[in-house]
């Protein structure tokens, strides 16, 4: 999933601080604007990912954020997707069924099971976007 947030950058003992005031306690630091922008996406993409993981509702961004002084309005994107991929790198097992004439064939082939699986998902949701 894509999302776009508001959040507010600010200054805070020498670094820069990021705010997502839609995503309770999303915040983080960086030691420069670059640096805490990076982070912030990470931060987002973090906070939405264990959100959807858990079932749990998304918020909706606010339209915009009003800044006070010394902090700075921006936009912060978001792939709960991308970010999946990057992270979470568990291994799941499951069972399948497969005709017994392919698995025969394929066994004698010394064919990598899972690698295939993968590949043919990975090329299945591709198409099926």
Same mark, same amino acid.
Do not use: H
């Given at each position: 999933? /894509?999302?776009?947030?508001?959040?507010?950058?600010?200054? $805070? $003992?020498?670094? *820069?601080? *990021?705010?997502?005031?839609?995503?309770?306690?999303?915040? @983080?630091?960086?030691?420069? +604007?670059?640096?805490?922008?990076?982070?912030?996406?990470?931060?987002?993409?973090?906070?939405?990912?264990?959100?959807?993981? /858990?079932?749990?509702?998304?918020?909706?961004?606010?339209?915009?954020?009003?800044? /006070? $002084?010394?902090?700075?309005? @921006?936009?912060?994107?978001?792939?709960?997707?991308?970010? +999946?991929? @990057?992270? $979470?790198?568990?291994?799941?097992?499951?069972?399948?069924?497969?005709?017994?004439?392919?698995?025969? !064939?394929?066994? +004698?082939?010394?064919?990598?099971?899972?690698?295939?699986?993968? !590949?043919?998902? /990975?090329?299945?949701? !591709?198409?099926?976007?």
């Amino acid at each position: 999933m /894509k999302y776009v947030y508001p959040a507010l950058l600010f200054a $805070d $003992d020498g670094q *820069v601080g *990021v705010s997502v005031p839609d995503l309770p306690g999303c915040f @983080t630091y960086g030691a420069d +604007r670059a640096e805490a922008l990076l982070m912030a996406k990470d931060a987002v993409e973090m906070w939405l990912w264990d959100a959807e993981n /858990k079932g749990e509702p998304v918020p909706r961004a606010s339209a915009a954020l009003t800044a /006070k $002084d010394g902090e700075t309005f @921006t936009l912060i994107a978001a792939d709960t997707d991308e970010y +999946r991929q @990057t992270n $979470d790198t568990r291994a799941i097992k499951k069972t399948l069924t497969i005709p017994s004439w392919l698995n025969y !064939q394929a066994e +004698r082939a010394n064919a990598p099971f899972s690698q295939i699986l993968q !590949q043919g998902l /990975k090329e299945y949701l !591709q198409t099926a976007r």
